[in-house]
C-alpha cells in the first residue's frame, strides 16, 4: 500500500506544480485564459420564433461571437468561411442563432436522420459546459438540411468515447438556406439542461465542419493535436442577468411493445409476448437528475457490430441503453478499459456458467440519481433489481453503485466508487456468489490547457470466495503532449483475485508497462498536412513466469489535405499460453498449453474523404501468427445517395495458415447495411453480418417514426441462420412505442 500511496501523492503534486500553467498560456490557447473570447447573452422578453431567421429584436441588438479560427488544414489562421453566432435568454430558453457563411450551396448532408454523425456533414455544433469545470459539456447541433443531434460529453472530450450521442432530449432547432449562407436557429429549454442557478457564465465553444471550403474551424483557437470537442478549450458565455431557476422538469417515457418470435433450432412454435413500462426523470436540483426504470425495454437498440476475435479475451461493446447514459462517465470511467470496476452492460445480461453463453436477466426497476451536487462535487447512485431465473439457477440479483468525484485544481479531480452486486432470491444458486463488492479510488488529471493528463488508481475486490488473493487492480498513466511530440506512461497491475463481476476485467494476474511517443511534423506542403511516426510498446509480466507477452508497433501516419488517411504499420508480439488455444475458434485442433511464440506482421491503412459521393476504407495486411502465418484485409466502402441515406459494406477477411494438424481456416465476417431516410421523422436501418467464425446470418431491419419530440414507434424485424444451408434458427418480430410527456 505505501507505493499506491507514493503513486496518489506523485500525481497530485504533478497536478499542483502544472496548475502555474494556467497564468502561461498562449493568448486564445485555452478555457482558463482570461483573454480567451467572451461572448454576450441578451435578456428577451419576448420568446423567439425557431424559423431559420433571425429577424427578432433581440438578433438585432446581440453582438456576435465570430472571427472563427481553422483547426483543419492548419490551426494557425483565421477561417476563410466565417461564421457568426448570436445568443438570447428568457425565463424558460436559451436561443442561439448562427449564420454559416459558405462558398456555394452544395452542401454535403448524408442523411436526414437526427443523431449525425459530425465528420462526413456541413454542420454547426455548440459545446455549453455549463460548471465551467473542464470536464462535462451539453452538445447541440444542426446540418444545412435542418437534422439535429444532441449529445453529452465527459472526462474533457480527451478522445472518441468522451462522446456519446446516444442521448436524447427535447429541444426546438430549424435551419434555412440562402445564397452564400445558412441560418441555424436554436431555442433549447433551460430545463433540458444542467446548471447552476444564478450563474452569469458557462463554458462554450462551437465548431464547424465545411466540405465546401475544405475547412474544419471553431471559435476558440484548439491545436490539431487534440481533439476538437476539447473542453480545455472553451471561451465565455456571459449571461445578461443570473439563470433562473429551470423550473419543474418531470418527464414520463412510457412504452408499450409486442413480438412474436420462433426458436426453430429447438423445433418451438410461435410464440407471442406483449409487455408495457417506461422511464422517468425528474429534476432534483438544476444539477441533480433523477431517472427511473420500470420494467425497461431495449428491443430497439441496435444490435451490436459483430467482430472477429482472434485474440484470447472478450471483446468490450459500448453501452447504447438510455437508461444509462447520462453522466456515465460518473460510474463507468474508473479504472482502465481493461479493468473496470463497473461496467453497465453487466446489467440486464448475465453469463450461464455451464455454457459460457450470455443469457437475458430482465430488470424489473431501477434508480439512478446523478450529477452536480454544486461546483465541486459529482454524485452518483444507482439501485437496479434484477429478475430471478430458475430454470437457469439464476437468482436475482441487486445492484448498487456508489460514486462521489471531487474537483481539484483547474480540470483535475478525485473519484471514489462502490458497487454491490447482490443475491436476494429465496433459493440458494449453485452457480452464482451471493454477493461481489468492490470499492475504489482514481485520481484523473487534466491541467488547464491539457498538455498533461493522466489518472492512477486503485481497486480492491471484496468477494464471497475468501481463498482469493491479491484481489486488487492498480494502474498509472501519465502523458505530455505538445504541438509537435506526445510522451505517454502507463502501467498496470491485476492480482489473481480481482473478482469485478460487475466491471470488464480482460484477464488478471499481471503486471503491463505501455509506454508510447508520438512525433508531429507539419511540413510546407499543399498537400500534406501533418505527418509522423508513433511508437507504441507493451509488455506484460506474469508473477512466477516472468514476460508472458510483449506487442512493439511502429506506424507512420498521415493526414492530407484531401481529408484522405494513410498509416504504415510494423508490428512485433510475443505471447506465451498458459491454457491451450485455437485462435480460429473454428478447428478441433489448439495450441498446446506452455508454448510461446513470436511473431511479426505488417499493415497499411487507407481512407478517402468520408463527404464524397463514395468513400472507402481498406486495411491490408499479413505477415507471421502464432507457428504459421495469416493474411487479411479488412475495410469498408458507402455510397452515399444526399440527403436520403446510403448503402455501405463493411469487410474483414483473414485466411489463416498454422502448422500440421491444423487446417487452412478463412475467415469471413462481411456487413452490408442500408440507411434511408424518407424524412427528418421516418427512418429505415437494415443489415446483415454474415460471421463465418460464429456460424451465423444476422438481418436485423428496424423501422423508426418519430411522430413527435423524442417519442418513437419501432419495427424491428430479426432473423439468424446457418451460413451452411440458410436454414432459419430464430426468428422475430417487435413493435414498440414510446412517448416522451412532459408533466
Same mark, same amino acid.
Given at each position: 500500500?505505501?507505493?499506491?500511496?507514493?503513486?496518489?501523492?506523485?500525481?497530485?503534486?504533478?497536478?499542483?506544480?502544472?496548475?502555474?500553467?494556467?497564468?502561461?498560456?498562449?493568448?486564445?490557447?485555452?478555457?482558463?485564459?482570461?483573454?480567451?473570447?467572451?461572448?454576450?447573452?441578451?435578456?428577451?422578453?419576448?420568446?423567439?420564433?425557431?424559423?431559420?431567421?433571425? *429577424?427578432?429584436?433581440?438578433?438585432?441588438?446581440?453582438?456576435?461571437?465570430?472571427?472563427?479560427?481553422?483547426?483543419?488544414?492548419?490551426?494557425?489562421?483565421?477561417?476563410?468561411?466565417?461564421?457568426?453566432?448570436?445568443?438570447?435568454?428568457?425565463?424558460?430558453?436559451?436561443?442561439?442563432?448562427?449564420?454559416?457563411?459558405?462558398? +456555394?450551396?452544395?452542401?454535403?448532408?448524408?442523411?436526414?436522420?437526427?443523431?449525425?454523425?459530425?465528420? @462526413? *456533414?456541413?454542420?454547426?455544433?455548440?459545446?455549453?459546459?455549463?460548471?465551467?469545470?473542464?470536464?462535462?459539456?451539453?452538445?447541440? @447541433?444542426?446540418?444545412?438540411? +435542418?437534422?439535429?443531434?444532441?449529445?453529452?460529453?465527459?472526462?474533457?472530450?480527451?478522445?472518441?468515447?468522451?462522446?456519446?450521442?446516444?442521448?436524447?432530449?427535447?429541444?426546438?432547432?430549424?435551419?434555412?438556406?440562402?445564397?452564400?449562407?445558412?441560418?441555424?436557429?436554436?431555442?433549447?429549454?433551460?430545463? !433540458?439542461?444542467?446548471?447552476?442557478?444564478?450563474?452569469?457564465?458557462?463554458?462554450?465553444?462551437?465548431?464547424?465542419?465545411?466540405?465546401?471550403?475544405?475547412?474544419?474551424?471553431?471559435?476558440?483557437?484548439?491545436?490539431?493535436?487534440?481533439?476538437?470537442?476539447?473542453?480545455?478549450?472553451?471561451?465565455?458565455?456571459?449571461?445578461?442577468?443570473?439563470?433562473?431557476?429551470?423550473?419543474?422538469?418531470?418527464?414520463?417515457?412510457?412504452?408499450?411493445?409486442?413480438?412474436?418470435?420462433?426458436?426453430?433450432?429447438?423445433?418451438?412454435?410461435?410464440?407471442?409476448?406483449?409487455?408495457?413500462?417506461?422511464?422517468?426523470?425528474?429534476?432534483?436540483?438544476?444539477?441533480?437528475?433523477?431517472?427511473?426504470?420500470?420494467?425497461?425495454?431495449?428491443?430497439?437498440?441496435?444490435?451490436?457490430?459483430?467482430?472477429?476475435?482472434?485474440?484470447?479475451?472478450?471483446?468490450?461493446?459500448?453501452?447504447?441503453?438510455?437508461?444509462?447514459?447520462?453522466?456515465?462517465?460518473?460510474?463507468?470511467?474508473? @479504472?482502465?478499459?481493461?479493468?473496470?470496476?463497473?461496467?453497465?452492460?453487466?446489467?440486464?445480461?448475465?453469463?450461464?456458467?455451464? !455454457?459460457?453463453?450470455?443469457?437475458?436477466?430482465?430488470?424489473?426497476?431501477?434508480?439512478?440519481?446523478?450529477?452536480?451536487?454544486?461546483?465541486?462535487?459529482?454524485?452518483?447512485?444507482?439501485?437496479?433489481?434484477?429478475?430471478?431465473?430458475?430454470?437457469?439457477?439464476?437468482?436475482?440479483?441487486?445492484?448498487?453503485?456508489?460514486?462521489?468525484?471531487?474537483?481539484?485544481?483547474?480540470?483535475?479531480?478525485?473519484?471514489?466508487?462502490?458497487?454491490?452486486?447482490?443475491?436476494?432470491?429465496?433459493?440458494?444458486?449453485?452457480?452464482?456468489?451471493?454477493?461481489?463488492?468492490?470499492?475504489?479510488?482514481?485520481?484523473?488529471?487534466?491541467?488547464?490547457?491539457?498538455?498533461?493528463?493522466?489518472?492512477?488508481?486503485?481497486?480492491?475486490?471484496?468477494?464471497?470466495?475468501?481463498?482469493?488473493?491479491?484481489?486488487?487492480?492498480?494502474?498509472?498513466?501519465?502523458?505530455?503532449?505538445?504541438?509537435?511530440?506526445?510522451?505517454?506512461?502507463?502501467?498496470?497491475?491485476?492480482?489473481?483475485?480481482?473478482?469485478?463481476?460487475?466491471?470488464?476485467?480482460?484477464?488478471?494476474?499481471?503486471?503491463?508497462?505501455?509506454?508510447?511517443?508520438?512525433?508531429?511534423?507539419?511540413?510546407?506542403?499543399?498537400?500534406?498536412?501533418?505527418?509522423?511516426?508513433?511508437?507504441? !510498446?507493451?509488455?506484460?509480466?506474469?508473477?512466477?513466469?516472468?514476460?508472458?507477452?510483449?506487442?512493439?508497433?511502429?506506424?507512420?501516419?498521415?493526414?492530407?489535405?484531401?481529408?484522405?488517411?494513410?498509416?504504415?504499420?510494423?508490428?512485433?508480439?510475443?505471447?506465451?499460453?498458459?491454457?491451450?488455444?485455437?485462435? !480460429?475458434?473454428?478447428?478441433?485442433?489448439?495450441?498446446?498449453?506452455?508454448?510461446?511464440?513470436?511473431?511479426?506482421?505488417?499493415?497499411?491503412?487507407?481512407?478517402?474523404?468520408?463527404?464524397?459521393?463514395?468513400?472507402?476504407?481498406?486495411?491490408?495486411?499479413?505477415?507471421?501468427?502464432?507457428?504459421?502465418?495469416?493474411? @487479411?484485409?479488412?475495410?469498408?466502402?458507402?455510397?452515399?445517395?444526399?440527403?436520403?441515406?446510403?448503402?455501405?459494406?463493411?469487410?474483414?477477411?483473414?485466411?489463416?495458415?498454422?502448422?500440421?494438424?491444423?487446417?487452412?481456416?478463412?475467415?469471413?465476417?462481411?456487413?452490408?447495411?442500408?440507411?434511408?431516410?424518407?424524412?427528418?421523422?421516418?427512418?429505415?436501418?437494415?443489415?446483415?453480418?454474415?460471421?463465418?467464425?460464429?456460424?451465423?446470418?444476422?438481418?436485423?431491419?428496424?423501422?423508426?417514426?418519430?411522430?413527435?419530440?423524442?417519442?418513437?414507434?419501432?419495427?424491428?424485424?430479426?432473423?439468424?441462420?446457418?451460413?451452411?444451408?440458410?436454414?432459419?434458427?430464430?426468428?422475430?418480430?417487435?413493435?414498440?412505442?414510446?412517448?416522451?410527456?412532459?408533466?
Amino acid at each position: 500500500m505505501r507505493f499506491f500511496s507514493l503513486v496518489f501523492f506523485f500525481v497530485a503534486m504533478i497536478g499542483s506544480s502544472l496548475v502555474a500553467q494556467d497564468e502561461s498560456m498562449s493568448p486564445g490557447s485555452g478555457y482558463y485564459n482570461s483573454s480567451a473570447p467572451s461572448a454576450s447573452v441578451a435578456y428577451t422578453a419576448t420568446p423567439v420564433v425557431v424559423d431559420g431567421e433571425l *429577424n427578432e429584436d433581440c438578433w438585432q441588438r446581440s453582438q456576435p461571437a465570430k472571427d472563427f479560427w481553422q483547426y483543419f488544414p492548419t490551426d494557425t489562421a483565421l477561417a476563410q468561411v466565417q461564421t457568426e453566432l448570436y445568443f438570447a435568454f428568457d425565463d424558460r430558453n436559451l436561443y442561439v442563432g448562427a449564420k454559416c457563411y459558405s462558398l +456555394g450551396d452544395n452542401y454535403v448532408v448524408e442523411s436526414l436522420k437526427r443523431d449525425f454523425r459530425a465528420f @462526413g *456533414n456541413d454542420n454547426i455544433t455548440l459545446v455549453f459546459d455549463t460548471f465551467k469545470d473542464g470536464t462535462n459539456a451539453f452538445v447541440f @447541433g444542426a446540418t444545412p438540411e +435542418g437534422v439535429l443531434r444532441e449529445a453529452l460529453i465527459s472526462n474533457g472530450g480527451q478522445d472518441r468515447e468522451d462522446f456519446s450521442e446516444s442521448w436524447d432530449n427535447a429541444w426546438e432547432g430549424e435551419v434555412k438556406t440562402y445564397p452564400g449562407y445558412w441560418i441555424a436557429e436554436f431555442a433549447i429549454p433551460l430545463k !433540458t439542461i444542467r446548471y447552476k442557478e444564478g450563474s452569469t457564465d458557462w463554458g462554450f465553444n462551437c465548431y464547424r465542419f465545411d466540405f465546401q471550403g475544405n475547412e474544419r474551424s471553431t471559435w476558440i483557437r484548439i491545436p490539431q493535436n487534440q481533439m476538437i470537442m476539447s473542453l480545455a478549450y472553451t471561451g465565455n458565455l456571459h449571461f445578461e442577468r443570473p439563470l433562473p431557476k429551470a423550473g419543474k422538469n418531470f418527464v414520463v417515457i412510457p412504452y408499450l411493445s409486442g413480438d412474436v418470435s420462433r426458436n426453430y433450432e429447438d423445433g418451438e412454435d410461435w410464440t407471442s409476448n406483449g409487455n408495457f413500462g417506461g422511464d422517468a426523470k425528474v429534476a432534483i436540483s438544476s444539477g441533480l437528475n433523477l431517472d427511473l426504470t420500470v420494467n425497461p425495454d431495449f428491443s430497439q437498440v441496435e444490435v451490436d457490430r459483430q467482430v472477429t476475435n482472434l485474440t484470447r479475451f472478450e471483446i468490450r461493446f459500448p453501452e447504447r441503453r438510455q437508461f444509462f447514459i447520462e453522466n456515465a462517465d460518473l460510474f463507468g470511467r474508473f @479504472g482502465f478499459d481493461d479493468a473496470n470496476p463497473f461496467f453497465s452492460r453487466r446489467i440486464g445480461i448475465a453469463k450461464d456458467t455451464t !455454457t459460457d453463453e450470455n443469457i437475458q436477466n430482465p430488470i424489473l426497476f431501477g434508480a439512478r440519481l446523478s450529477g452536480k451536487v454544486n461546483d465541486n462535487w459529482r454524485l452518483g447512485l444507482l439501485n437496479i433489481l434484477t429478475q430471478n431465473d430458475r430454470q437457469n439457477d439464476l437468482p436475482a440479483f441487486n445492484y448498487t453503485v456508489a460514486a462521489l468525484q471531487r474537483k481539484v485544481f483547474a480540470r483535475s479531480n478525485v473519484g471514489f466508487i462502490f458497487v454491490n452486486k447482490q443475491s436476494i432470491s429465496d433459493f440458494d444458486s449453485e452457480t452464482y456468489d451471493d454477493f461481489n463488492r468492490v470499492v475504489g479510488v482514481d485520481y484523473n488529471l487534466a491541467t488547464p490547457d491539457n498538455s498533461w493528463t493522466g489518472k492512477t488508481f486503485y481497486h480492491r475486490a471484496i468477494t464471497a470466495d475468501e481463498s482469493l488473493s491479491d484481489k486488487y487492480s492498480h494502474g498509472f498513466d501519465l502523458g505530455y503532449r505538445n504541438r509537435n511530440f506526445e510522451l505517454r506512461w502507463i502501467h498496470q497491475l491485476v492480482g489473481e483475485g480481482f473478482d469485478a463481476q460487475v466491471g470488464f476485467v480482460r484477464r488478471k494476474d499481471f503486471f503491463r508497462i505501455r509506454p508510447q511517443a508520438q512525433l508531429f511534423f507539419y511540413p510546407d506542403n499543399p498537400k500534406l498536412v501533418r505527418h509522423g511516426p508513433r511508437l507504441r !510498446t507493451e509488455v506484460l509480466y506474469t508473477p512466477g513466469h516472468g514476460r508472458s507477452d510483449h506487442n512493439i508497433e511502429l506506424e507512420w501516419q498521415f493526414q492530407f489535405l484531401n481529408q484522405s488517411r494513410l498509416e504504415l504499420r510494423a508490428t512485433n508480439e510475443y505471447i506465451y499460453l498458459f491454457d491451450a488455444f485455437d485462435p !480460429t475458434r473454428q478447428d478441433d485442433h489448439e495450441l498446446p498449453a506452455e508454448t510461446d511464440y513470436s511473431f511479426t506482421y505488417f499493415g497499411v491503412q487507407y481512407s478517402t474523404d468520408r463527404s464524397k459521393p463514395f468513400s472507402l476504407m481498406v486495411e491490408p495486411n499479413g505477415g507471421q501468427f502464432f507457428n504459421g502465418h495469416r493474411y @487479411g484485409v479488412r475495410g469498408s466502402f458507402t455510397m452515399r445517395f444526399q440527403p436520403y441515406g446510403n448503402i455501405s459494406l463493411s469487410y474483414n477477411y483473414n485466411r489463416i495458415l498454422l502448422a500440421d494438424p491444423f487446417e487452412v481456416a478463412n475467415l469471413y465476417l462481411i456487413g452490408p447495411r442500408l440507411d434511408l431516410t424518407f424524412s427528418r421523422s421516418l427512418f429505415l436501418t437494415t443489415f446483415i453480418q454474415y460471421n463465418s467464425q460464429a456460424d451465423n446470418i444476422n438481418i436485423n431491419a428496424r423501422l423508426q417514426w418519430r411522430f413527435a419530440p423524442v417519442s418513437d414507434f419501432f419495427l424491428v424485424y430479426t432473423d439468424n441462420y446457418l451460413p451452411e444451408d440458410l436454414s432459419v434458427k430464430n426468428r422475430a418480430i417487435v413493435a414498440k412505442l414510446t412517448y416522451w410527456l412532459n408533466l
